[in-house]
């Protein structure tokens, strides 16, 4: 158990720029979670997987983020024409199920020039 | 739909001093709660959490907090605070069996010597 990991841990962009970024859950954990976290706030909930099937999505998320988890494994979140609000760290969880512990991995940190 | 107020953003405390970080919740249905703890630089992990049973949990660090149902809250404690404390803490709320957690501002502990 190597914990949850994300790739990049920091992506420097310019406005207008599309990327992508990537979740590894722990291997036996269907539940995945995105949120994003700005400086001085909580982490805000984007969405949720359950195995391959996206469940839930925050009205946050604008049809500019797309998330997939196509396999039930990995996960990708990618932002199309990044602007300067995207700024923000983003974050991955999984977990067993419901009420069980999230666990978190070190994020990504966004910055959109 | 939840809320979580985490009444103080700063909490200045000495090394060996008791703590309390206040949480107070708000929802229509069953709630599990938690708490998080961000060390500088490092991602969310889990302090405690209550699911059902006891009012009274313990964590991990010498951290306990305690459910007051009829006035919505979720403190946080510790008798004796040390210097590798002093990190950002977050309350969070999700209905009891769902998914989405929302989580508060954050409190940031600051332990002086």
């Known amino acids: 158990d190597t914990g949850v990991s994300q790739d990049p841990r920091h992506k420097i962009t310019k406005r207008g720029q599309n990327v992508t970024f990537r979740c590894d859950p722990i291997s036996e954990h269907n539940r995945l979670y995105w949120y994003r976290q700005t400086l001085g706030q909580g982490p805000e909930f984007l969405t949720y997987?359950?195995?391959?099937?996206?469940?839930?999505k925050s009205r946050l998320l604008s049809d500019r983020f797309s998330a997939e988890r196509p396999k039930g494994s990995f996960s990708t979140l990618e932002i199309q024409r990044t602007e300067q609000g995207d700024s923000a760290m983003y974050l991955c969880a999984s977990s067993l199920s419901a009420g069980d512990t999230q666990y978190f991995g070190p994020g990504t940190r966004l910055t959109v020039l | 739909a939840q809320s979580v107020t985490q009444l103080d953003s700063q909490v200045p405390v000495f090394e060996e001093a008791p703590v309390e970080l206040r949480c107070n919740y708000s929802s229509s249905v069953s709630v599990y709660l938690f708490w998080y703890v961000q060390y500088p630089n490092q991602g969310l992990q889990l302090l405690l959490k209550?699911?059902?049973?006891?009012?009274l949990v313990k964590g991990i660090n010498g951290f306990e907090a305690e459910f007051n149902k009829s006035q919505t809250s979720f403190h946080l404690r510790k008798p004796s605070v040390h210097i590798s404390d002093t990190a950002e803490y977050f309350c969070a709320v999700s209905e009891t069996g769902g998914f989405k957690t929302i989580f508060g501002a954050g409190t940031r502990l600051f332990v002086k010597a």
């Open positions: 209550y699911l059902s049973g006891s009012t």
């Open positions: 997987f359950q195995n391959e099937a996206q469940l839930e």
